[in-house]
């Protein structure tokens, strides 16, 4: 309604000046004024409303880069320098910034195990555990940092009574799954429950819990609409009935993209993609489960083309699959038109087709009754069939204009290291998986 709006509105403007100018610190102690600014983004960013403030979040994060790498490291055991120390890394590596790793050698002793007292320091943990989910290859000290807190997160867990409930909660959730790596509106719903019950002045603020539940519900609404679009469409292509081997996964798909992004902004883009989605399950069983060997390199044929005018060249069984990704891929046409960015939509068909094509190698290869080399597997089929490349060239379709360039996609569809190590993970994940269900299930 238009009440809430403006309500929404109001409220949102509120809680841009706590982000500019609010800390509860007095006086002129440069690193409390730090401290309360990165809790203040933590929680705003946990409560799932950043994307609101993300030019005051970038502009403070990059004065507190700026300060340089001593803030909060002195690690004396007597204050909360390491909560602060961990939440500064955290924040600024997720930004993007460069941050150094001394600071946290210093939790070790002369003899390179971390300090007794880190022990007591709780939060100081669970702010450690979190940081280091945020290490990069290598980087060995973040490892060994992440094994020792997950092990005394899980201890205080059992040992000890003096924990609040609200903070059992939050170790338990994070050990669940950190922050990094949780679905943006589960962190959110999460974090509005905790955050309201915690005592602390600054995470209680009324004005800011009210307004990250209202933008949750608002946001929530735009997904639910999407949501029964999306069913309706899907109910007119009569799945159950065209394709009775294919798996139903509407949900899952649009549930997959909305963890790539849940802005309401964002609402095209996640329609068109779920759509995307859906057809590419139903184009995997089509290949896994029904096609014939045959069939499937008919139906690879008129994928390269995408062409109406192939319909009439492929398999009866064949033309009903072809059909749906020929009106999908026609209305990302349309719609991305609009917007004047149509070399995104032109690499997302290049995937498609690459795609096909490997699915194509691995139904030879099973017609054939031959096992590839792990080398063969991978370069002739595993990168691509794992699905990181289409999802890569196909995320960017609906955005709007101005969000990627020609230069980027053309470089990650060049086999960068980067997505190739992102398909090796989705690849054998997906194996493993497949492996036991088939083996033990």
Avoid at 272 to 280: C, D, E, P, Q
Avoid at 332 to 340: C, F, R, Y
Wanted: charged residues 30%.
């Amino acid at each position: 309604t238009e009440q809430r709006h403006q309500k929404h509105e109001r409220l949102k403007e509120d809680v841009r000046k706590l982000v500019i100018h609010e800390t509860k610190s007095s006086g002129d102690d440069e690193e409390a004024i730090v401290a309360d600014k990165l809790q203040l983004i933590d929680v705003v960013q946990r409560l799932g409303v950043g994307y609101h403030f993300e030019a005051e979040i970038e502009e403070i994060l990059g004065k507190v880069h700026d300060m340089g790498e001593d803030l909060f490291t002195n690690f004396d055991g007597k204050g909360t320098d390491l909560y602060h120390a961990a939440l500064r890394f955290q924040l600024l590596r997720q930004q993007g910034f460069p941050v150094s790793l001394d600071g946290f050698r210093k939790l070790k002793n002369s003899e390179g195990r971390f300090k007794e007292w880190l022990l007591s320091d709780e939060q100081g943990l669970l702010s450690l555990y979190e940081a280091a989910h945020m290490a990069f290859h290598g980087e060995d000290i973040l490892d060994e940092a992440l094994s020792f807190a997950t092990k005394n997160l899980k201890s205080i867990l059992l040992t000890n009574k003096n924990t609040s409930n609200a903070f059992q909660r939050q170790i338990e959730f994070a050990l669940f799954v950190p922050a990094w790596k949780c679905v943006p509106r589960s962190l959110a719903r999460h974090s509005i429950d905790f955050y309201s019950d915690h005592q602390d002045a600054l995470l209680q603020n009324k004005k800011l819990l009210t307004f990250a539940k209202l933008d949750f519900n608002m946001v929530q609404s735009f997904h639910q609409q999407e949501l029964r679009e999306l069913s309706e469409w899907w109910k007119r292509i009569d799945v159950a009935t065209k394709f009775p081997y294919g798996r139903d996964r509407l949900v899952e798909c649009y549930f997959w993209i909305n963890c790539i992004y849940f802005e309401p902004k964002y609402g095209l883009a996640r329609i068109l993609n779920t759509k995307i989605y859906s057809v590419l399950t139903l184009l995997d069983d089509t290949c896994d489960n029904f096609a014939t060997y045959e069939e499937v390199l008919a139906l690879v044929e008129a994928i390269e083309r995408l062409d109406a005018r192939a319909l009439e060249e492929l398999p009866d069984r064949m033309k009903n699959i072809y059909r749906l990704t020929l009106s999908v891929y026609d209305e990302i046409d349309e719609e991305v038109g609009k917007t004047g960015s149509m070399f995104v939509v032109e690499y997302a068909k290049e995937e498609l087709k690459k795609l096909a094509r490997a699915y194509s190698n691995k139904i030879g290869w099973c017609t054939e009754g031959r096992i590839p080399t792990v080398e063969e597997y991978m370069i002739e089929g595993g990168y691509v069939t794992g699905g990181m490349p289409i999802v890569y060239a196909s995320a960017f379709v609906g955005m709007g204009a101005d969000i990627v360039t020609r230069e980027a996609l053309e470089w990650a569809s060049n086999g960068s290291k980067m997505l190739k190590s992102g398909c090796v993970i989705c690849r054998f994940q997906n194996d493993i998986f497949s492996y036991e269900v088939i083996i033990f299930v």
